[in-house]
């Protein structure tokens, strides 16, 4: 099993949308290490033809008929935002513009 | 200190006999709830004037003789995972702070409807990940029983407020033993029903294969009125069993006879479990036969695999689940970033605390390309075959018993430092969650003088069986009776 480096957990951290501290990456390498390695010990069961379990309760995907109903009213559904104005959520610039240029 | 608040039949029939009203015992948990704060700090946020307003409406209900249900004007607290309109809810995390929410959560919509009334939100370890409600933004919660030690988590807040005798009931969310282990810990019954059987919508969601709402009380009678008013499918989440909920308190007959209590002997060696926890166990086992119940060994063989399953699972979950705090919608938002990727990467990591982070980290590790076969896909395999093991052993038995923990409550700060340690703690647990089936703590005895819980755990749909042999065993023992001296 692949062990755990540095630039590692930088990358997950990055795929996370996380950004760690010098001091926060080094503990958690170590911590990958011995948490992986704990986790390791699945690797002893032979699991093959075995069937994923993604729900422990085997339920047939329910369906209800299509009707339109009342929604929420859009602006208590912004009025947790940050920011917000005229029932839409603000945010920084998308897209970078010296990226682009 | 004020009264002590007695179980929710003992309210009930003071409200029927006109002794007391909602609003005097309303004020009585919100006074010892305020009062207990500095010690135990089991709550995040009290609602008292609404609470003291339910309560007048209720006891004008009563006064009409419209009452609603047996919990009706009875209070209840509630975990701070689980929304309600108006209300805050910040599930003790600093990226949810200021969140009102725009609705009410099934479970809590079940207690409005039954007329309980919520006091409050209980504290608990940030967005339910962990076992000591030590990694609340809000600080930890204290053990009643010892202010030194732990409550036990995730539900700690709830489980310490029933044990303090400060509400009769409280509800918690269940993810890998988040109300088995506290219970356990503080002395009180917790029981987590059927994966499926309450309702998750409302409940901000830690792992949402595995994740359950359930109840908090002092007697397994009491839990069952609770259940009562919380269980049943709904439309509004799609993993919600269909099928009715039974009515749990019928079946608490207190008659054992003819019933086969299987004992895991992989959960039943000395290895890894404290040898008075063992004890207390094995005399609860022996105190089920003489009401009547005949014991035969069963064996889960899969059951030294469930925490690697049960962390690799969970945390792959919780990745994806946290990615919607991202400072756009709610709570915190990190000020002054450029751009939208700095705005997400400074919110989150201003927002979550250290567990949390290390929750998402691994869990995006095992989702990620390259390692999601090895690792969550693996870990989904072994599930099956977990799975597997309880069906085979619910073919010799109609419920297991077990320890609920290795130990009794460990003191503030003493696993903090070492994960593995911590996550050991929920090797009896966890397995329940992974299976989807019911599972409760209720007391059965002390290890220098803290709660010992037994475990017991019935086939999926079948939370009424766990119901009675706790119930059946609380006619018989006095266990959990004994409240801590701070609550007396």
């Not at chain 2, 509630?78 to 599930?91: A, L, R, S």
């Amino acid at each position: 099993m692949a062990r755990i480096n540095r630039s590692e957990v930088e990358r997950v951290a990055s795929l996370a949308r996380l950004s760690l501290s010098e001091e926060e990456a080094d503990r958690l390498v170590r911590e990958f290490e011995s948490f992986l390695g704990y986790i390791d010990t699945l690797q002893e069961i032979d699991t093959a033809g075995v069937v994923p379990t993604a729900h422990p309760i085997s339920l047939p995907t329910p369906t209800r008929p299509d009707e339109p109903e009342a929604a929420m009213d859009a602006d208590r559904a912004v009025a947790n935002a940050p920011e917000a104005a005229a029932s839409a959520f603000l945010v920084p610039k998308v897209i970078d513009t010296e990226a682009e240029g | 200190m004020s009264e002590r608040i007695g179980t929710l039949r003992e309210l009930r029939a003071a409200l029927d006999a006109r002794q007391t009203s909602s609003v005097e015992i309303v004020g009585e948990c919100l006074r010892r709830a305020e009062a207990s704060q500095e010690t135990i700090h089991a709550f995040v946020g009290l609602r008292a004037e609404a609470a003291l307003r339910e309560a007048e409406a209720a006891d004008a209900r009563r006064g009409r003789g419209e009452v609603r249900s047996p919990i009706d004007g009875l209070p209840i607290a509630i975990k701070d995972n689980m929304v309600q309109t108006g209300e805050p809810t910040h599930c003790a995390s600093r990226i949810l702070e200021g969140f009102i929410s725009p609705y009410t959560s099934t479970a809590v919509e079940g207690l409005e409807q039954s007329g309980a009334i919520v006091i409050g939100r209980t504290n608990m370890d940030e967005f339910a990940m962990g076992s000591s409600t030590e990694h609340s933004v809000d600080g930890p919660t204290r053990n009643p029983w010892d202010p030194s030690r732990t409550p036990g988590g995730s539900s700690g807040g709830s489980a310490a407020a029933v044990a303090a005798r400060i509400v009769p009931a409280a509800l918690g969310s269940d993810t890998g033993g988040s109300i088995r282990q506290p219970a356990s810990f503080c002395g009180v019954v917790g029981i987590k029903p059927t994966y499926g059987r309450v309702s998750r919508w409302g409940l901000v969601a830690f792992a949402s294969s595995l994740d359950q709402i359930g109840a908090f009380a002092q007697t397994a009678a009491d839990c069952a009125w609770v259940l009562e008013a919380i269980a049943g499918h709904d439309p509004r989440d799609s993993t919600s069993i269909p099928e009715p909920a039974p009515a749990y308190s019928g079946v608490l007959s207190g008659d054992l006879s003819g019933l086969r209590l299987g004992l895991p002997k992989e959960y039943f060696v000395a290895e890894g479990v404290d040898a008075g926890v063992l004890a207390a166990v094995r005399d609860a086992v022996a105190q089920l036969e003489r009401a009547g119940a005949k014991t035969v060994e069963v064996s889960l063989p899969h059951a030294r695999y469930a925490i690697a399953t049960y962390y690799a699972i969970a945390n792959a979950e919780a990745s994806s689940n946290l990615a919607r705090f991202d400072g756009v919608r709610y709570g915190h938002r990190a000020a002054g970033a450029k751009g939208l990727t700095e705005m997400y990467c400074r919110t989150r990591s201003e927002g979550f605390g250290a567990e949390v982070k290390r929750r998402i980290l691994l869990g995006t590790y095992f989702l990620s390309a390259g390692y999601y076969d090895a690792y969550y896909r693996k870990a989904q395999q072994v599930r099956t075959l977990l799975r597997g093991d309880f069906e085979q052993a619910f073919m010799a038995c109609d419920a297991l018993v077990t320890p609920t923990s290795p130990e009794v409550a460990f003191r503030l700060g003493e696993k903090t430092s070492d994960l593995l340690t911590m996550y050991l703690s929920d090797i009896y647990t966890v397995s329940a969650n992974l299976a989807g089936i019911p599972a409760l703590s209720t007391p059965c005895g002390f290890v220098d003088g803290l709660p010992v819980g037994l475990q017991i755990l019935g086939p999926a749909l079948d939370e009424a069986t766990p119901l009675r042999i706790a119930d059946a065993f609380q006619r018989i023992t006095d266990h959990h009776l004994a409240c801590p001296g701070g609550a007396a």
